[in-house]
T-cell receptor, first 111, second 117 residues
Framework: LAKTTQPISMDSYEGQEVNITCSHN???????ITWYQQFPSQGPRFIIQ???TKVTNEVASLFIPADRKSSTLSLPRVSLSDTAVYYC????????????FGSGTRLLVRP | SAVISQKPSRDICQRGTSLTIQCQVD?????MFWYRQQPGQSLTLIAT?????????ESGFVIDKFPISRPNLTFSTLTVSNMSPEDSSIYLC??????????????FGEGSWLTVV
């Protein structure tokens, strides 16, 4: 299973764009990259998933370079409610969908 | 997406007792998992709940301590047996659903927060 590395924490201010980069050097050909958001005492919430290039949904964008050894979650114009832990994970059916969680990135959005 | 309901959402348990956590999904899902998240820590996979057969446990977790049932494609239970304060954690159920091109998406329940005293 591919291991991921993320910054332990990040600080930002309301209205700014936040980019969180995740390294996954050993990503396998069939692996998808998925990002989750977790608030205290709640289960992780699916944010976005991608395989290559760029994916965008209503809450975030995911940028994946051609070599797929890293990915960047982009949160546009963050608000205080975006303060949470963000996890980057890789996996697919060949890994039986087992998700190995790293420490995640604690994002603090300040007023 | 899938709607996942866990019961109880929160409980305080006496040392030495056992508690069963239920996970109900609003649709049939191919795979279900149980995770544990200790205070201030990341999530750790306990086991894969297999429908109609014994669960597959990860290293460090055993069936005697965490018996799991999955009688059908929408329901699973996790029992935390002979609890000690070290078992105080959030226990999370997750499921795999189809979606997003050929990939699949994994969703989590809101968790069951157990405090052992």
């Amino acid at each position: 299973l591919a291991k991921t590395t993320q910054p332990i924490s990040m600080d930002s201010y309301e209205g700014q764009e936040v980019n969180i980069t995740c390294s996954h050097n050993n990503i396998a050909t069939n692996d998808y990259i998925t990002w989750y958001q977790q608030f205290p005492s709640q289960g992780p919430r699916f944010i976005i998933q991608g395989y290559k290039t760029k994916v965008t949904n209503e809450v975030a964008s995911l940028f994946i370079p051609a070599d797929r050894k890293s990915s960047t979650l982009s949160l546009p114009r963050v608000s205080l409610s975006d303060t949470a832990v963000y996890y980057c994970l890789v996996g697919d059916k060949d890994s039986s969908y087992k998700l190995i969680f790293g420490s995640g990135t604690r994002l603090l959005v300040r007023p | 997406s899938a709607v996942i309901s866990q019961k109880p959402s929160r409980d305080i348990c006496q040392r030495g007792t056992s508690l069963t956590i239920q996970c109900q999904v609003d649709s049939q899902v191919t795979m279900m998992f149980w995770y544990r998240q200790q205070p201030g820590q990341s999530l750790t996979l306990i086991a894969t709940a297999n429908q109609g057969s014994e669960a597959t446990y990860e290293s460090g977790f055993v069936i005697d301590k965490f018996p799991i049932s999955r009688p059908n494609l929408t329901f699973s239970t996790l029992t935390v047996s002979n609890m000690s304060p070290e078992d105080s954690s959030i226990y999370l159920c997750s499921v795999v659903t189809g979606g997003f091109h050929s990939g699949n998406t994994i969703y989590f329940g809101e968790g069951s927060w157990l405090t052992v005293v």
